[in-house]
């Protein structure tokens, strides 16, 4: 074991009592609603929390750092379109998710469109949060690996069963009231780390821009050059990062369903908004965080491979951080990688009971113990495909989902802005936009960033068309 036996105590404990906190929420599990919706009584912050804290999970914590580490800050401009795409949605699509008693962002489509593309889209939802969810519970077998010394298998078994056990037990509400405690947690870790680093560089923040201005601008934030190929560029962050958290935040389930647990529809936009205030700081922190890490090397080793670099930051953690805090911070980690797990596990079995032949009215106990059991299955899938190998975690899961993103986010405008679309132009528009991302990842070289809007534009283009021909 690599850390001290105090820092193993506080993990234990913590985890044993953020696992508690959520099972106390079991018996507060009467109906449907109350399972996938939280009863529709939680408030706006504390979406807004579960928001951020879903947004950032442990592929932000460990992946983002190592981004800054291996290039600059450029990665920020992505995160300029997240901003953009939150005041997007407040206008188009939440006001529709609260014309209706909806549980999940596809009865929109069953509505406009029919049963058939409902199911079409949940289950593309499935397999893209599915393999998604399966990425981050991979990054969290790092962080557990690299903290404890054991294989990542056996990480990934304890972490994803805890976090299987409160989800089964306590439903949205433990997912979403846990969130808020680990925002705050991992917050303050992050925070605790930015000026621990700070403290070990000799020469301070003087010392890390000039170590940074040498080594090829590591604090350049944009760059204006239009490429295709290129990440972080000031464009393909903009417009790709709109239209990837437009879908994410719009189309995905998982995203989604908070807000549909919101007590209106003006609750679910601010929270909505002020969670982009947030993420923002959050990703700029995360960003000067590997650039410190990366001047921090040039003084002191640390072992990690180059290429593996997602390990840097929970290797500075475990060595260089003092007892107690190390400790906390490791906890924040794994705490907030189950909260995203457990509200992954969550979407799916809502998705599943749902979209797929689930009464949404019925309010027997069997009903709820039908979702557990969903749950359940899906906490199995998860673990499983935690198991792969999926490189940096941080682009795998963006690429993943950006394939798929476009699709649905296309058939959603289709839905909204489009009149003469009919469901057999919708399921086209879908597939065929899903086809053309697969030849755009697999035959060409454009950056992951594009993705979601060349889907988009591919499934509205082709749905439109498709709708005037039948």
């Known amino acids: 074991m690599r850390i001290s036996p105090f820092d193993l105590a506080i993990i234990l404990l913590y985890l044993a009592g953020i696992t508690l906190f959520g099972i106390r929420f079991r018996r507060k599990q009467q109906s449907l609603r109350d399972y996938f919706l939280g009863g529709r009584s939680a408030p706006w912050w504390a979406i807004a929390c579960s928001i951020v804290a879903t947004e950032t999970s442990t592929l932000t914590i460990i992946g983002t750092p190592a981004i800054a580490f291996d290039g600059n800050l450029g990665f920020l401009q992505l995160v300029l379109g997240y901003l953009v795409a939150r005041v997007v949605l407040c206008v188009v699509l939440i006001p529709q998710y609260f014309h209706g008693e909806f549980y999940t962002a596809y009865q929109l489509l069953e509505k406009r469109f029919g049963a058939s593309m409902k199911r079409a889209a949940a289950l593309v939802f499935m397999v893209t949060r599915a393999l998604a969810e399966g990425v981050r519970i991979s990054a969290i077998g790092k962080v557990v690996s690299v903290a404890f010394g054991t294989g990542d298998r056996w990480s990934i078994v304890i972490v994803a069963a805890l976090t299987l056990l409160y989800t089964f037990e306590g439903g949205m509400r433990a997912v979403i009231w846990t969130d808020v405690v680990q925002l705050a947690l991992y917050l303050a870790g992050s925070v605790a780390a930015f000026v621990l680093l700070l403290h070990k560089i000799p020469g301070g923040w003087p010392a890390v821009a000039q170590i940074a201005a040498a080594s090829g601008g590591k604090l350049t934030v944009f760059d204006f050059g239009f490429s295709l190929t290129r990440s972080y560029t000031f464009w393909a962050g903009l417009l790709g990062g709109t239209f990837l958290t437009m879908a994410s935040h719009g189309t995905d389930q998982t995203m989604v369903q908070r807000l549909l647990a919101a007590r209106s529809e003006r609750d679910a936009k601010t929270a909505l908004l002020s969670s982009g205030v947030i993420v923002f700081a959050q990703f700029a922190l995360f960003l000067v965080l590997g650039v410190m890490l990366f001047a921090?090397?040039?003084?002191?080793?640390?072992?990690?491979?180059?290429?593996?670099?997602?390990?840097?930051?929970?290797?500075?953690?475990?060595?260089?951080?003092?007892?107690?805090?190390?400790?906390?911070?490791?906890?924040?980690?794994?705490?907030?990688?189950?909260?995203?797990?457990?509200?992954?596990?969550?979407?799916?079995?809502?998705?599943?009971?749902?979209?797929?032949?689930?009464?949404?009215?019925?309010?027997?106990?069997?009903?709820?113990?039908?979702?557990?059991?969903?749950?359940?299955?899906?906490?199995?899938?998860?673990?499983?495909?935690?198991?792969?190998?999926?490189?940096?975690?941080?682009?795998?899961?963006?690429?993943?989902?950006?394939?798929?993103?476009?699709?649905?986010l296309g058939v959603f405008l289709l839905g909204t802005w489009n009149r003469r679309a009919n469901q057999t132009g919708a399921l086209a528009g879908l597939f065929a936009g899903i086809a053309a991302m697969l030849a755009v990842r697999f035959g060409t070289h454009i950056a992951y960033t594009w993705y979601v809007l060349i889907g988009t534009v591919a499934t509205f283009a082709i749905g439109s068309l498709a709708s005037l021909v039948e």
Do not use: C
């Open 296 to 408: 921090y090397a040039q003084h002191a080793y640390l072992p990690v491979p180059a290429a593996d670099t997602d390990r840097i930051f929970p290797e500075f953690v475990v060595r260089e951080m003092p007892i107690g805090l190390a400790g906390l911070v490791l906890a924040s980690i794994f705490a907030v990688a189950m909260s995203n797990a457990s509200g992954s596990l969550n979407s799916l079995a809502s998705s599943s009971m749902i979209d797929f032949g689930g009464n949404q009215a019925a309010t027997a106990p069997d009903e709820v113990q039908r979702s557990r059991y969903a749950t359940l299955a899906w906490g199995l899938v998860l673990g499983a495909l935690g198991l792969a190998p999926w490189g940096h975690v941080l682009e795998a899961g963006l690429t993943i989902a950006s394939i798929t993103y476009g699709g649905l």
